[in-house]
């Protein structure tokens, strides 16, 4: 059977149809705010910086060794040691012919003196020294503004901040940036059937797990996070919690209520308070999604079992929380695998089945199902290190095929 985006059920739309729509509706923030350098680390600079000075901002000494004239070199008389020059400690005085000075790295190369030897190659007699190699002129002395000259742009705005830019703006003696400012998110679960940990379980009650998954989703990203707890199925419940995420956030997640059951109120709510798009998205879990507008923020309504909620945050929230940021590559990428089982699917959908995946000797991924894929099995969510990610067009997939898999690593 063959499936293609123009066969889809009316209203229908596949993955990355609804990915498109998502990240062209998503503005990135322009609000800023300045951090210190102990708070910037994975912030999107909002300026930017430029050197408010020469890097290194002296001569200095790559190696330790000895500062002298490679004018003297050309005779064979040994050179005297006048004196040390340490980092943070400069050499007082003028270096004059057939004089050196012992320098460490870092240190100011002595005026007078510009080459260095290092230590290893030189021969010491008392204070006296020769050289055991060659020296080029100019060897091993970095220069003022060899890595940075003032007024040189050296982070443009839109750039995160790793580590190593911690370094370089500290190295400019700056201490503080301006950065994006965080997305606030709001996310709250939905049904009378769930239950806070610790209470006890009446018949027909489930323990609330989404709203765990999607705080430890969230907290990879880097947002503020509001947590709204159970939203009773009421429509004056959830019309208090949406009102709420209006006035906190700038994205509202729920998970759960937005099907077409009596006790979901969900739609009802936004289609008063919002502008929402309701899908059928061709894809297994995670089959109904509602995206859109509320107040001068946005709203995902997510499925309400627990594969689908983490598959559905993954493939949508995801890349639009990302282009919020500021960051450049919102989408999750797909890598080749041998599929190591056979694998059951139906065409119509595209399928992300939880799987197990390796690199072999070679280097080639490889990938063999968890086993059970509904979407209620929350254990194999936690089994598995992959999606494995099969096109709505194939079939029952046999062992030893290539299929498409996402790893987890760095994503949960």
């Known amino acids: 059977m063959t499936i293609s985006c123009d066969t889809l059920p009316q209203g229908t739309l596949n993955v990355e149809q609804a990915q498109a729509h998502i990240l062209a509706s998503i503005p990135v923030l322009q609000a800023s705010e300045h951090v210190t350098l102990w708070q910037a680390q994975g912030r999107i600079l909002a300026e930017t910086v430029s050197a408010p000075l020469d890097v290194p901002p002296h001569r200095n000494s790559a ?5 002298l004239r490679h004018a003297d070199l050309t005779t064979t008389t040994p050179l005297n040691v006048i004196g040390t020059a340490f980092a943070g400690r400069p050499f007082a005085g003028a270096v004059q012919p057939s004089e050196c000075v012992r320098i460490m790295t870092g240190a100011v190369v002595p ?8 230590q290893e190659n030189v021969q010491r007699d008392g204070d006296t020294i020769r050289l055991t190699a060659t020296l ?19 982070l443009q705005a839109g750039h995160k901040l790793n580590a190593a830019d911690l ?21 709250c679960s939905t049904g009378d059937e769930l239950k806070g940990i610790g209470e006890t379980l009446q018949p027909g009650d489930i323990y609330d797990s989404n709203r765990y998954t999607l705080y430890g989703l969230l907290q990879k990203l880097d947002v503020e996070i509001i947590d709204l707890g159970v939203v009773k199925d009421t429509p004056e419940a959830v019309e208090h919690a949406f009102q709420q995420a209006m006035q906190l956030a700038d994205i509202l997640i729920t998970s759960g209520g937005v099907s077409v059951g009596e006790a979901d ?4 709510t936004l289609q008063r308070l919002g502008q929402v798009n309701f899908w059928k998205i061709a894809m297994k879990p995670g089959k109904p999604l509602a995206f859109g507008t509320l107040g001068q923020g946005f709203f995902f309504g997510l499925p309400g079992n627990p594969v689908s909620v983490m598959a559905t945050f993954l493939l949508f929230l995801r890349p639009a929380i990302l282009r919020m940021r500021g960051e450049s590559v919102p989408v999750v990428p797909e ?12 065409a119509g959908r595209k399928d992300y089945q939880r799987g197990i995946c390796q690199r072999d000797a070679s280097g080639q991924w490889r990938v063999s199902s968890t086993g059970g894929q509904g979407s209620h099995i929350l254990r194999s969510m936690s089994q598995a290190n ?21 790893p987890f690593e760095g994503l949960l």
């Open 167 to 187: 370094g370089l703006l500290a190295s400019l003696g700056i201490g503080e940036v301006s950065v994006l400012r965080r997305p606030r998110v709001a996310f």
């Open 111 to 118: 005026d007078g003196t510009d080459s260095v030897v290092m």
């Open 136 to 154: 080029q002129a100019g060897e091993n002395v970095r220069h003022p503004g060899e890595d940075m000259r003032t007024g040189d742009a050296v």
């Open 265 to 268: 109120y969900v739609a009802a």
């Open 63 to 67: 190696m330790d060794g000895y500062a």
């Open 335 to 346: 890598y080749p695998a041998i599929c190591d089982t056979p694998l059951k699917k139906a």
């Open 386 to 406: 992959c999606f494995i990610a099969l096109p709505l067009e194939w079939g029952n997939v046999e062992a030893g095929t290539t299929v498409s898999i996402i």
